[in-house]
């Protein structure tokens, strides 16, 4: 009746069934960056924020993220991940910080969702810690970079020089 995934014959939202797809080794990468003043940047760097350190404080909040991101996205599978890496640039020509989170695991369905959320909870973390500097920091370009494994393989953006 429909071609899309997640409709049913009803036409009412409903979850893939994956249970029949094999459990393989998957991965995805995303990244996006947060554009800030140059002294809020100093202040991360120079690790000066009342609120502590910010970096540690936005890696913590974005493997978090990655781990609940089934709670947060209705249709999206809970998966048992392996791994989840979130990794900082401090980019003094944005000026701001940017950011790339990676996550993997032994599943019948990828980890796409997985590693775009953690950049994006990253980044709003870095703002909440940053914003009694700079309130118009600004969050761009979250994207999926690469994902690998699965029935469609590995995928790289067109583009990955720049997150």
Aim: net charge neutral; with cysteine.
């Amino acid at each position: 009746m429909n071609d899309l995934s997640h409709v049913n014959r009803a036409g009412e939202a409903s979850m893939v069934d994956v249970s029949a797809k094999p459990a393989t080794a998957r991965t995805a990468r995303a990244a996006g960056s947060i554009r800030m003043s140059a002294d809020a940047l100093r202040a991360i760097r120079d690790n000066t924020l009342a609120k502590g350190d910010v970096l540690s404080v936005a890696r913590i909040a974005g493997i978090q993220a990655a781990k609940r991101t089934a709670d947060l996205i209705p249709l999206c599978h809970p998966l048992p991940l392996t791994d989840v890496q979130v990794r900082f640039t401090l980019d003094d020509a944005l000026p701001g910080v940017r950011c790339e989170a990676e996550a993997r695991t032994v599943a019948g369905t990828g980890v796409e969702m997985e590693a775009m959320v953690a950049v994006s909870v990253a980044l709003v973390t870095v703002y909440d810690m940053t914003k009694s500097i700079d309130k118009g920091m600004q969050i761009d370009g979250v994207r999926l970079l690469e994902k690998t494994g699965g029935k469609s393989g590995t995928w790289r953006a067109p583009d990955t020089s720049q997150p």
